[in-house]
Structure formats: C-alpha cells, structure tokens
C-alpha cells in the first residue's frame, strides 16, 4: 500500500482576514485584449498564506483572465503580480517556467491527457522537475510515484491509479486535476471553475476536497466560481468582480443583498438559488443552508 500523507488535525477556524504578511500580492493590475476588451482596470488585492478565496462576478466580469494573469498564461498589460519576494510580472521567460512550478492550476475541464492513465496524468505535473528524456521515456523518480501514490490515495483515487484517464467520472477526473497540481509542491493554487461540469453533490465534494488540502498544507487558493453558494459555504474570502473592478472584498457572510445587487446587477444573480434538499447529508461551513435560501427567497 502506497504511504498515506501524514493526518494532521483540523486547523481552527480562521478570521475571514487574517492579518498575516500577504504571499500574493496584486497591484494595480490591468489587461487590455487586442481586440480592445478592458478585461481588468486596475485591481489590487493581497491573499495571505493559507487563505482560500472564491472568486465571483458575472460573465466577462474577467475572473479567468486575473487568474491566468498570476501566472502569465494571460499577459498583463499594467501592474504587478509577486508571490513572496518574487515580482512574477518581471520575470524572463526561463525563470517564468520556474516560478510557475511556485503555481498550481486546476481547470474545470481537467485538462487530463485522455489516453495516458490516472498515475501517469498526476506524475505530468512533475514535468517541471523531470529532463525532458526522462518525461519523455516516462520514467519518473520514485520519490514522484511513491508521493503520487500517496497523492491519488489522498484524493480517494488510491484504486484507480492504472485506470486510463477516459475512463473516470467527472468527479473522478478533477480528482486527478487536484492530485496533479499537488504533485509540484504548489505555493499557490489557482482554480477556475472547478465544478462547472459537475453535479451539485460532486461540486460540494470536490470544493470540500479543496478546502481541507488547502488546510491541511496551509496552501492559498484563488478559486473562481459561478455557484454563490459553494463560494460562500467553502471559501473563508470572497471577491466580487464586476467588469474588471473589485467590488466586493469581505467574509462570506458579508455578501448579502446589496453586495450580490452590486456584483451581479439587479436580475441577474437570483437565478443562482438552490434548493436546500440537494445534498441533505452535507454540514454547510458557514451557516445553515435553509438561512441561505431564505435570504435569496427574499430578494426575489
Ligand atoms: N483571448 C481574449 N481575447 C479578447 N478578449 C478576451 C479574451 N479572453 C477574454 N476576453 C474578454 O475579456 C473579458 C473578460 O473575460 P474573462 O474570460 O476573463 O471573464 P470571466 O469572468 O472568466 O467570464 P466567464 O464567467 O464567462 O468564464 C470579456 O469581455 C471577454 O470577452
Ligand atoms: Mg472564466
């Protein structure tokens, strides 16, 4: 049986903003498309070690493009992004690929290479570390496939870890995704919409799955996200984007009425209700989910 991580016991509740030297720190970050989209006008925001934030706003609000800005998959056009020391806007293209190992991402559609199996997808996010022959021949230390081993077991993949990636449930799937941003030791872990191709109880599990590994390795996450309710219930620090600004920057049981009017405008977001009874045998972290839904009942 392959080592199980060592268990540490749950970290006690956080203030929603700890007053702890920030890692990440983003300033006055703009990025302007070719095609003249202002996607982002000048957001600044600070996430200290451990925080895991949700990130919410509308369609286009440009949730994805400041999250690939962290790590230049989109290019800035002004501002600056650093991780600790590190001025991540600054750095040449060679020391980008290092700092990027810094970086964890998970996509909504898992981005797994289909063919190749579950152990194989979670070792590809060691390619950082491995010489290319040795990507290439597939050959990975065994310190890597013994921490993927312990990786897969910890997302509860530990039985499938031959299985070809096509053959895995949706939820299955961003297990590997999760399993395969660990595998680089991340600093930070970006995420953009991780459930939006799952189903309600898979999204509770998969956001809950995050949270703890989040706790568990005091790892900040930046998680961008369409469901009010899976931000509110499993980020301890919500942001609002409305067409490229912050508008909201507080603890989830701040966004009430006016911060979700404000975020979302007057029609939109109240199409984001729930009902309670989809995952009765889940303990929401916040508050009560019956709270919840009469809060949004109400705004109707
Ligand atoms: N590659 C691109 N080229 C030009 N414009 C882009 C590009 N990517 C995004 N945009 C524009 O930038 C704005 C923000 O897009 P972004 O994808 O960041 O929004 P989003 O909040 O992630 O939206 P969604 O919730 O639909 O994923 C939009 O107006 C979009 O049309
Ligand atoms: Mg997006």
Redesign the pocket.
Known sequence: MPARPVARPPMPARAALPEIAALLKIESLTKT???G?K?LKGVSVEVPSGQVVGLI??????????IRCINRL?EPTEGTVRLGELDVTRLSRRDLRRARRRIGMIFQEYALVERLTVMENVLSGRLGYVPFWRSFMRKFPPDSVEKAFALLDRVGLGEHADKRADALSGGQRQRVGIARALEQDPELLLVD?PTASLDPKTSRQIMRLILEICRERDLPAII?I?DVVLAQDFTQRILG?RA?ELVFDGPPDQLDEKALTEIYGEEDWTAMRRRASEDEDEEPMHHSERELVERLEGLS
Do not use: Q, W
């Open positions: 498309y070719k095609t989209d996607a706003g509308p369609s286009g609000a440009g949730k994805s493009t400041l989109v919409e961008n369409h984007l490229g």
